[in-house]
């Protein structure tokens, strides 16, 4: 699992990746103006696969053949990986070609001895962000999903996973899932317990999703407004704690901007689904008292769901401490409970699940692994 995240650091820093015919060595090199850095990653995970010479002997050659092949200053950076710390610890402090980092896997820590070098500042701060992160997702606890009849209550996760970390360990809100989640919470309020806007029922009648008002009144606004419309506590809590968890990690992957998209575009979609369905439901009659009126975020919620599903499935189904089986489960459960409870717009949610699918293949693109396979660089 490191192996691959180290592999798409160095790419995303621009290197590329250049084989060796020895084993459990893997070069990247990123080629500058007037120099070239060559990164070996060397697999000493007991500690006993190399002694100071043989591993002396083996960056002294990297160097030379790179130096026969580019006309340039070679600046040479070895990066050590074990369980096994203490007994490669010579390797890193005795030798002389470079510089020579440990990668301590028991421990998710990077050991350096020496001054880090300007040209391997970037590489240093990367790789303290994915232990950070491989740190993180070693201690989440991945809770079983639980049933529930909307998706505000399923279990999810760990509660960690709405947040993110800098490199001091301090957690960090995502922008603009919440501010979605404030501004939910201020309408609830005053809608509620605010009396300045005509009251619950007024606002209700004034904001809330219906297919008769939406395609014969032309009030389009209610496809927005119903989104922010949510009848009690429960209802705003639930939706509210899975778009703080789902919505965080799907804000990070794919940006603000995209973000704010994907949420307003899929709950738009969930919308006219839903007044789809109950346009055709009502065979076209609206009846006063008895017509299907809608209110909450859990089409967008689902919209950012199935986004999420998405993205995890292109992503080898794993994304953070999201896997590819939770988001199954999770959808599962949660139209199952939304067929056992008449109250729940399905409609809603299966448009809004679907929409967030479609429109995350339109805008998300996983990043590109640019390694350019090259002749196997011999060791001998």
Known sequence: MIEERLEQTFTNLGYRRLNSNAAGIYLYY??????????????????????????ENILEQIKNNFTSSYPYQIRLLSLILTTAADKVKQLSTESREGEHWILDLSNNRLIIYEMVSNEFQSIRMSIEDLLIEEERLRQVYQEPIRSAENPGSMGYGSGQSGLRQNRLGYKIFTLVNTLIILVNIIVFLLTHYAPIYGGWDQMLTKGALSWYYVLTEKEYYRLLTSMFMHSDFSHIFNNMLVLFFVGDNLERAVGKYRYLFLYFGTGILAGITSISYNMWNEGGLYLMGESTFSIGASGAIFGVVGAMFYIVAINRGRLEDINTRQMVLFVVFSLYGGLANTQIDQAAHVGGFLAGILLAAIVYRRPKRRITVEQPFTVS
């Open 30 to 55: 990123l080629e500058g103006t007037a120099e070239l850095t060559v990164v070996s990653v060397v697999h000493a995970i007991t500690g006993n696969e190399l002694v100071k010479e043989q591993y």
